[in-house]
């Protein structure tokens, strides 16, 4: 199976697409990707995406990368819902929504973007994984369902160092070293 992108035939490796560093603006430019209902791994990172769209067809998707495009909103993901992983790192998300749909979603990336509030997850009963790194949080709130996480990354935050503490601290990678702590914090 192949796609075509940019006038350039790309094969389909097995189950899985990698499409980083394209210069795609449109996930409409990928041509093909609607008759592939099977895939698995979809990697779009390093492009130039601003918007989430056109993958309603590949709902057996289990792994989307969009690390490093201009994202500003996360939309139209409800019919992926047997995605495990999802990297939205590095682009411009202000705000955590329309993930509710997403309750196989294992591991989250949303480091280096523009989140001011941790909110929007508590339907994610089997996040094991979850980056908060590099945004603009201030307050630990919004983690209080999620009893499965085994991993935070939650630094370069302003959140008051009292806070952090309060709820374990953090090594200096950002991760927190307790995470179920943090989730404990927020259902106090």
Do not use: W
């Amino acid at each position: 199976m192949f796609v075509e992108v940019n006038n350039q035939r790309i094969e389909v490796d097995k189950e899985s697409l990698y499409l980083g560093n394209m210069q795609i603006e449109d996930i409409a430019q990928i041509k093909g990707l609607e008759s592939l209902p099977n895939l698995k791994s979809l990697n779009l990172f390093n492009n130039r995406i601003s918007t989430i769209k056109n993958l309603d067809m590949c709902h057996n998707l289990e792994k989307l990368n969009l690390y490093g495009n201009n994202i500003e909103e996360i939309a139209k993901l409800d019919k992926l819902i047997n995605l495990r992983i999802l990297y939205l790192s590095e682009n411009r998300i202000k705000e955590i929504k329309e993930l509710d749909h997403l309750k196989a979603l294992e591991n989250l990336s949303l480091e280096d973007n523009r989140i001011e509030k941790i909110q929007g997850l508590s339907n994610l009963k089997n996040l094991k994984k979850l980056n908060l790194y590099g945004n603009v949080i201030r307050t630990i709130e919004g983690l209080g369902s999620l009893d499965s996480l085994i991993e935070l990354r939650i630094g370069d935050n302003p959140i008051p160092n009292e806070v952090l503490k309060q709820c374990g601290g953090i090594d200096k990678r950002g991760y927190a070293r307790d995470p179920q702590k943090f989730v404990a914090y927020c259902n106090n």
